[in-house]
């Protein structure tokens, strides 16, 4: 598959680059992208949710009626559940949601998510850019010559570029990585992938992880 390079004036350079069916062109695993995506999302949680059960709580642990006799069932302490004040029964605790993902499996959902991208026709490559100065407006004039103002887009930059960073990290649906932030959740969020020139080379070669 050939896609045409542009520049950052949304002009046509004449040039092409070929993406490696390794790459992009591999049949999907839907399964490896759901794990992958299903980790991504659970590292996010803090875990740090905690309710206080009837053993927390601070209260008096008198008997607040007699056992007997009331018409009403039997009641131990104010602590029960059963109150308000009360301690909350089976309440949620710290607890750590991570878990173990092979790099084979996180691999093969990279090169999936990548390669649903190139079927959707969703990836857009550069010629190689930088800013004098972090601008946002000069971001905004990029996307624009792009026709992708309204879209959520994700921009590949082959080094930390902080202007190109900074000027962007205003806008709510733009995100600017380097390859090594290109996860199969940030491809999939984005409905445009935005790849510079060194980029593609770079991720093409033959010891690419």
Do not use: C, W
């Amino acid at each position: 598959m050939d896609l045409s390079i542009y520049t950052i004036t949304g002009e046509d350079t004449g040039r092409k680059v070929q993406l490696s069916d390794e790459i992009f062109g591999i049949e999907p695993n839907d399964h490896a992208i759901y794990l992958d995506v299903k980790q991504y999302l659970a590292n996010q949680r803090q875990g740090t949710h905690k309710a206080k059960e009837r053993g927390e709580i601070s209260a008096s642990t008198r008997k607040i009626k007699r056992q007997k006799g009331t018409g009403g069932a039997r009641a131990g302490s104010i602590k029960s559940p059963l109150f308000r004040g009360g301690g909350r029964i089976f309440g949620p605790r710290p607890r750590n949601y991570s878990f173990k993902l092979n790099k084979k499996v996180k691999r093969l959902a990279r090169l999936s998510s990548l390669s649903y991208k190139a079927k959707q026709q969703q990836l857009l490559v550069i010629e190689d850019f930088t800013f004098d100065a972090p601008k946002t407006k000069d971001y905004l004039k990029l996307l624009k010559n792009l026709n992708l103002t309204d879209k959520k887009t994700l921009m590949v930059l082959n080094n930390i570029d902080h202007n190109i960073i900074r000027s962007a990290r205003n806008l709510q649906k733009t995100k600017v990585i380097t390859p090594t932030g290109l996860i199969t959740y940030n491809i999939l969020n984005a409905q445009t992938v935005i790849f510079t020139e060194s980029v593609i080379k770079n991720i093409q070669e033959p010891n690419e992880n």
